[in-house]
């Protein structure tokens, strides 16, 4: 897997200080995407042990984890995911990790991955569907909570 880049001090995708992950690899092609350097899967830097670890220290003192794209659940990066959001959680089980997909729920509520997962943003962006609603970009986009102590 790769990444584009990661913010350590993220107050606008979930609530609280987060950090947030944006990965690299996306085949939805949504109209108007803001990210569309991040389509391609080869694009960014490896996604390495070293970075791994390095994000998850940073989480030490965040509210919680973040991840975006790109698409984390591109079935590419799902493996990776999946280890990262284990390790996350066996760290620090109290914190929470919201997860941002251009899939419906329905199509991968599934995945080993939603065991670690506490609140899905799912759907594709649909530009002509603007919404004033908090941490999606369209209305058609649900906040979907997975885990309900979150
Ligand atoms: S799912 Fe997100 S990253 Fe992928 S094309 Fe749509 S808006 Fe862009």
Redesign the pocket.
């Known amino acids: 897997m790769n990444y584009d880049r990661y913010y350590t001090c993220d107050l606008v995708n979930g609530p609280g200080i987060r950090v947030t992950l944006f990965v690299t690899g ?5 109209a108007g ?4 350097s ?2 391609d899967r080869k694009s960014g830097q490896p996604f390495t042990a070293e970075i791994m670890e390095e994000l998850l220290a940073v989480c030490a003192t965040h509210d919680g984890l973040s991840l975006s ?3 984390p659940l591109h079935p590419a990066n799902r493996a990776e995911i999946l280890n990262l959001c284990r390790v996350f959680k066996q760290r620090y089980p109290e914190k929470n990790i919201w997860l ?3 899939y419906l729920y329905e199509d991968v509520q599934n995945l080993e991955i939603m065991n670690y997962i506490d609140v899905v943003i799912d759907g ?2 649909e530009q002509d569907q603007p919404t004033t609603q908090p941490w999606r ?1 369209s209305a058609n986009q649900r906040q979907i909570i997975i885990s309900p102590q979150r």
């Open positions: 996306c085949q939805h092609a949504c995407c803001y990210n569309q991040t389509w794209g790109g698409d941002w997909t251009g594709k962006y970009g």
